[in-house]
């Protein structure tokens, strides 16, 4: 697919982006516009891939390094990151640092890039994200409501947590359609948390629909340790079908 390799600036400095269209005749552009957060591994060859699949079914996808605050950050080998103490605190030292308020503030800077962009249509935008990008994707649902459409997370971690910053929080604020895809036996998404998102969502009038993987946590991404092509299969035809719904 072709990528365009960018970066975009922001309040805080000059964030890495690639954006990714359709290519051959099949789909005339331009496209409505979808930001993919990447997993707490960050932007890496496995999300450029995954751009390229989401855009072959019609879309124009973005994805951001949302850790461009740390520089030129060495990539973490997701296969060992967990097990190894020094990069684990690595890690989650660069995770918390991407706070709601950074989410939602990137978000903005990142839906101005699409506006601008002659190969994007509309003004209102798809937004999807894995594990901690899932738990993104709604927050910036939540805090940019007039331009998310449409907002999908896949084994996102945190979604209805007893923590201001939760999702399930700002349900209220919401105007985009919802698809959460939990994996079974998750601890950052249990069947309570769940429950609590669904009531959150249905009281606020929120079109959603949530559901359960057969898979582990990072089931949907392939260089995680429990990718399940499966799962992965079922994920990318929810996408293809949600964002075919919602964005047009």
Not at 181 to 202: H, I, Q, R, Y
């Amino acid at each position: 697919m072709p990528t365009t390799t960018d970066s975009i600036t922001t309040a805080d400095g000059t964030c890495p982006v690639t954006l990714h269209t359709p290519e051959g005749s099949d789909f005339a552009g331009p496209w409505p516009g979808i930001v993919m957060y990447p997993d707490a591994g960050g932007a890496r060859q496995t999300f450029r891939e995954m751009g390229d699949q989401l855009a072959a079914y019609g879309f124009a996808v973005l994805v951001p390094d949302v850790y461009y605050r740390d520089g030129d950050w060495a990539p973490f080998e997701m296969a060992s990151v967990f097990s190894d103490e020094n990069e684990r605190k690595r890690l989650f030292s660069m995770i918390s640092k991407v706070t709601p308020d950074i989410m939602a503030a990137d978000a903005k800077a990142f839906f101005d890039y699409l506006s601008a962009r002659p190969e994007v249509t509309g003004e209102a935008y798809g937004t999807t994200g894995y594990c901690m990008g899932g738990r993104t994707s709604l927050v910036v649902a939540g805090r940019v409501p007039e331009r998310v459409a449409a907002a999908m997370s896949f084994h996102g971690g945190g979604l209805a947590a007893d923590d201001p910053g939760s999702p399930h929080l700002l349900a209220d604020q919401m105007k985009a359609a919802v698809y959460v895809g939990g994996a079974e036996n998750d601890a950052s998404f249990t069947p309570e948390a769940a429950e609590t998102l669904d009531k959150a969502l249905t009281a606020a009038d929120v079109e959603h629909t949530i559901e359960w993987y057969a898979a582990g946590h990072g089931f949907a991404v392939p260089d995680n340790g429990p990718y399940d092509k499966a799962a992965a299969k079922r994920h990318w035809d929810a996408m293809e079908s949600f964002f075919g719904t919602h964005l047009g």
